[in-house]
């Protein structure tokens, strides 16, 4: 955990967020009728702003609805669906439903892993790619399935692996 | 009114958007443009049709004649045979396998015949994005008989009357939670609709909010009307992003419509609607954990009582239903309770949806009335096992629910005789497994989801299922005892004794159905450290690799 902060405290560093994505932001927030109850609702609209939650961003909305930084960050770490970590320009979600876990995803995992020489949860060391899976997308009829970005790809084969990200490389 | 020669209803529900069926549109709307037919023949995006298997589904109305597996450069053959020399295109029909004969019409196919469709009636008939043709199929008549000719008191005796349960799992008469809801007075109510699906292998829900949101809307109003609420919040997750487009679009045109918003029907009656959407927590289905989801913080699950009837959202009474069963109620208004009545069985009345899924030919969305067997909807719905394999079991009810055998295939389901089996309903997730799925493998997989996915917030579940897990994993890399499964058996009625809510008090079904119906095959991990459909590596190699074979 220490060493995750410090990684991001090295990222944010970095890369300081620009101002404008904040602006939004608080326009976001001021547009609202009321803050009550519209914590996930604000990270949502935060996440889909900056890409992703890093600390700074964390505090600017807890700041901003009078609540602690621990609790925006509590609710933050509950949820798959929020990140604290950048994602690559392509995120690659692949469907661990169990349709698609009996129809063998498990050699689709195996084969993007080695491929992109990165395992599940991470992104590649040239920030092209972000690997993770996901719950049941729910077309159960093309599994095994992955997504990347928003195209689905139905009936994977393990050797189609390759050709499906040239696509994008 | 304009009026059509032809329709065609292209499936735009997520499987078959995922293949194209945007281009379809496209592509139809551009041939028919070209060759001068576009005032004659109209093309509608529907929802699902539920024959995933073969989709992008075209049906054309009213020459009954349904197109499977359709690409976006048949269009022209399409257009060219069908719409102006009045010829079917015969290479696109769907063959029947065990007739080898084509058939034309959808109500003749094996797939439909047995399927009663009530929740599902609109999905694939109508554009989900045109509020004007929910309404010509009697949509919002409902809502307007309940708050003109109803007293809240009527509405709620009705629906009791009716028999319907909760379609999310846990199976709660909806009348008897609607007047639990509306005996706690209060200033403030709420109504909401539970659309965190998240069982995996399991999309009902989507498709209902997919092909028919307009269904769910109203049946919240009339909920609202009786319980007395003036809003309602649906609750979706994220990753359904065509379903919340959908929903908005439906939200937007039922208040132009003076259909939500303030006096309904220039009654004394306000509703309104809202989204919220999860961010990705299982746990988030169960009712006190959504709650809290709804109010921004960390989903975790309360102690009941007090139920979320006397205390729920912001600690006001709350009426907490689930897609499907809210897409049941206007047609329940309309066509009475004693007709929603007459289908079912004793103790369970109506019908269910199930996502039939997994080593099963006929891939798709079932709706089928309770009481039918598990064969008949494998085998003559489901067209039977893939690749002519043997079928070893079933599972129902996702990460809470059971593998049911083959000798209990003859089982006519419903609430209670699949919890008699060691399953239970679910909120309608189908899964079937053939001779090359591991029992043991299939347990373990459902234990690592539930361990990922529990909370954290009791000891039981947090701590218990990770043990689980941890046998299990065992197990499967050849280390197993016979001791293990003794644990594994006493370790699983602990969890489901003690953990606080309904994911860790059902979490171990997996493992405890399969141990009482598979038990032979966890012996043979264990004693002969051997995996008998192949798919556990039982430690031989290096790496944890293939989960399962191709």
């Given at each position: 955990?220490?060493?995750?902060?410090?990684?991001?405290?090295?990222?944010?560093?970095?890369?300081?967020?620009?101002?404008?994505?904040?602006?939004?932001?608080?326009?976001?927030?001021?547009?609202?009728?009321?803050?009550?109850?519209?914590?996930?609702?604000?990270?949502?609209?935060?996440?889909?702003?900056?890409?992703?939650?890093?600390?700074?961003?964390?505090?600017?909305?807890?700041?901003?609805?009078?609540?602690?930084?621990?609790?925006?960050?509590?609710?933050?770490?509950?949820?798959?669906?929020?990140?604290?970590?950048?994602?690559?320009?392509?995120?690659?979600?692949?469907?661990?439903?169990?349709?698609?876990?009996?129809?063998?995803?498990?050699?689709?995992?195996?084969?993007?892993?080695?491929?992109?020489?990165?395992?599940?949860?991470?992104?590649?060391?040239?920030?092209?790619?972000?690997?993770?899976?996901?719950?049941?997308?729910?077309?159960?009829?093309?599994?095994?399935?992955?997504?990347?970005?928003?195209?689905?790809?139905?009936?994977?084969?393990?050797?189609?692996?390759?050709?499906?990200?040239?696509?994008?490389? | 009114?304009?009026?059509?020669?032809?329709?065609?209803?292209?499936?735009?529900?997520?499987?078959?958007?995922?293949?194209?069926?945007?281009?379809?549109?496209?592509?139809?709307?551009?041939?028919?443009?070209?060759?001068?037919?576009?005032?004659?023949?109209?093309?509608?995006?529907?929802?699902?049709?539920?024959?995933?298997?073969?989709?992008?589904?075209?049906k054309v109305h009213p020459d009954h004649v349904f197109y499977v597996e359709v690409k976006p450069k048949d269009v022209k053959e399409i257009v060219e045979e069908h719409v102006i020399k009045g010829r079917v295109v015969e290479r696109l029909l769907y063959e029947e396998p065990a007739l080898e004969k084509k058939i034309t019409e959808q109500e003749k196919m094996s797939f439909y015949k047995k399927q009663l469709r009530l929740a599902l009636r609109n999905c694939g008939f109508i554009n989900p994005e045109d509020i004007k043709e929910y309404i010509a199929e009697d949509?919002?008549?409902?809502?307007?008989?309940?708050?003109?000719?109803?007293?809240?008191?009527?509405?709620?005796?009705?629906?009791?009357?009716?028999?319907?349960?909760?379609?999310?799992?846990?199976?709660?008469?909806?009348?008897?939670?609607?007047?639990?809801?509306?005996?706690?007075?209060?200033?403030?109510?709420?109504?909401?609709?539970?659309?965190?699906?998240?069982?995996?292998?399991?999309?009902?829900?989507?498709?209902?909010?997919?092909?028919?949101?307009?269904?769910?809307?109203?049946?919240?109003?009339?909920?609202?009307?009786?319980?007395?609420?003036?809003?309602?919040?649906?609750?979706?997750?994220?990753?359904?992003?065509?379903?919340?487009?959908?929903?908005?679009?439906?939200?937007?045109?039922?208040?132009?419509?003076?259909?939500?918003?303030?006096?309904?029907?220039?009654?004394?009656?306000?509703?309104?609607?809202?989204?919220?959407?999860?961010?990705?927590?299982?746990?988030?289905?169960?009712?006190?954990?959504?709650?809290?989801?709804?109010?921004?913080?960390?989903?975790?699950?309360?102690?009941?009582?007090?139920?979320?009837?006397?205390?729920?959202?912001?600690?006001?009474?709350?009426?907490?239903?689930?897609?499907?069963?809210?897409?049941?109620?206007?047609?329940?208004?309309?066509?009475?309770?004693?007709?929603?009545?007459?289908?079912?069985?004793?103790?369970?009345?109506?019908?269910?949806?199930?996502?039939?899924?997994?080593?099963?030919?006929?891939?798709?969305?079932?709706?089928?009335?309770?009481?039918?067997?598990?064969?008949?909807?494998?085998?003559?719905?489901?067209?039977?096992?893939?690749?002519?394999?043997?079928?070893?079991?079933?599972?129902?009810?996702?990460?809470?629910?059971?593998?049911?055998?083959?000798?209990?295939?003859?089982?006519?389901?419903?609430?209670?005789?699949?919890?008699?089996?060691?399953?239970?309903?679910?909120?309608?997730?189908?899964?079937?497994?053939?001779?090359?799925?591991?029992?043991?493998?299939?347990?373990?997989?459902?234990?690592?989801?539930?361990?990922?996915?529990?909370?954290?917030?009791?000891?039981?579940?947090?701590?218990?299922?990770?043990?689980?897990?941890?046998?299990?994993?065992?197990?499967?890399?050849?280390?197993?005892?016979?001791?293990?499964?003794?644990?594994?058996?006493?370790?699983?009625?602990?969890?489901?004794?003690?953990?606080?809510?309904?994911?860790?008090?059902?979490?171990?079904?997996?493992?405890?159905?399969?141990?009482?119906?598979?038990?032979?095959?966890?012996?043979?991990?264990?004693?002969?450290?051997?995996?008998?459909?192949?798919?556990?590596?039982?430690?031989?190699?290096?790496?944890?690799?293939?989960?399962?074979?191709?």
């Open positions: 955990m220490a060493e995750n902060l410090k990684e991001q405290e090295k990222n944010d560093l970095e890369k300081p967020l620009p101002k404008e994505k904040y602006e939004e932001l608080e326009d976001y927030i001021d547009s609202l009728p009321s803050l009550e109850g519209r914590l996930i609702q604000i990270l949502h609209k935060a996440q889909q702003i900056f890409g992703y939650l890093p600390r700074d961003v964390q505090l600017f909305v807890a700041r901003r609805l009078g609540i602690s930084g621990a609790k925006v960050n509590g609710v933050i770490t509950f949820y798959s669906y929020f990140t604290q970590k950048p994602r690559g320009e392509h995120t690659i979600s692949i469907c661990t439903g169990t349709a698609c876990f009996v129809k063998g995803v498990g050699k689709i995992i195996e084969a993007l892993e080695h491929e992109l020489d990165t395992s599940i949860g991470s992104t590649t060391e040239d920030m092209k790619f972000t690997l993770k899976d996901v719950r049941c997308v729910g077309a159960c009829g093309l599994a095994p399935l992955i997504v990347v970005d928003d195209k689905v790809y139905g009936r994977v084969k393990p050797e189609e692996v390759e050709q499906i990200l040239a696509e994008y490389r | 009114m304009k009026q059509y020669r032809l329709h065609m209803l292209v499936c735009a529900g997520t499987a078959c958007e995922s293949q194209e069926s945007k281009d379809i549109i496209k592509n139809l709307e551009a041939e028919l443009k070209e060759k001068g037919y576009e005032k004659e023949v109209q093309v509608v995006k529907t929802g699902c049709f539920g024959f995933c298997e073969k989709g992008p589904i075209i949509g919002y008549l409902a809502l307007g008989r309940a708050i003109k000719e109803m007293t809240p008191e009527e509405v709620i005796e009705t629906i009791k009357e009716s028999g319907l349960r909760g379609r999310g799992g846990g199976g709660f008469p909806t009348g008897y939670k609607w007047e639990l809801t509306y005996r706690n007075k209060n200033d403030l109510k709420f109504i909401i609709c539970n659309a965190d699906e998240g069982d995996p292998g399991a999309f009902m829900d989507r498709s209902i909010l997919e092909g028919d949101p307009h269904s769910v809307l109203e049946a919240m109003a009339i909920a609202g009307y009786a319980i007395g609420a003036e809003k309602g919040y649906i609750y979706i997750r994220a990753e359904y992003p065509l379903a919340i487009h959908r929903l908005n679009i439906a939200i937007e045109q039922a208040r132009e419509y003076g259909l939500l918003g303030e006096n309904i029907f220039d009654s004394d009656f306000n509703f309104d609607i809202e989204l919220k959407y999860g961010a990705g927590a299982f746990v988030c289905g169960e009712e006190t954990a959504l709650l809290n989801s709804v109010e921004g913080g960390r989903g975790e699950p309360n102690a009941k009582p007090p139920f979320p009837a006397e205390s729920g959202l912001w600690d006001k009474p709350t009426c907490v239903n689930n897609v499907e069963t809210f897409a049941n109620i206007p047609q329940i208004l309309l066509k009475g309770p004693k007709w929603f009545n007459s289908i079912g069985t004793e103790n369970s009345k109506g019908t269910k949806v199930f996502a039939l899924a997994g080593k099963v030919n006929n891939v798709g969305l079932v709706e089928v009335p309770m009481g039918i067997s598990l064969r008949e909807i494998i085998y003559d719905i489901g067209g039977g096992i893939r690749d002519n394999k043997k079928f070893k079991a079933v599972q129902t009810g996702g990460p809470s629910g059971g593998c049911i055998p083959e000798k209990y295939l003859d089982t006519h389901i419903d609430y209670q005789t699949l919890q008699e089996v060691g399953s239970m309903m679910g909120s309608g997730g189908m899964i079937v497994m053939d001779e090359d799925d591991c029992m043991v493998n299939i347990s373990k997989f459902y234990i690592e989801f539930t361990e990922d996915e529990s909370c954290g917030k009791c000891t039981p579940c947090r701590i218990g299922n990770k043990r689980l897990s941890e046998i299990l994993t065992r197990i499967t890399y050849g280390k197993g005892t016979e001791e293990d499964l003794e644990n594994l058996k006493d370790l699983g009625e602990m969890v489901k004794d003690g953990s606080l809510c309904g994911l860790g008090q059902s979490s171990p079904n997996p493992i405890l159905s399969t141990l009482r119906f598979f038990e032979d095959e966890y012996k043979e991990h264990v004693l002969n450290k051997n995996c008998p459909s192949g798919v556990c590596n039982m430690g031989k190699k290096k790496k944890p690799a293939a989960k399962k074979k191709q």
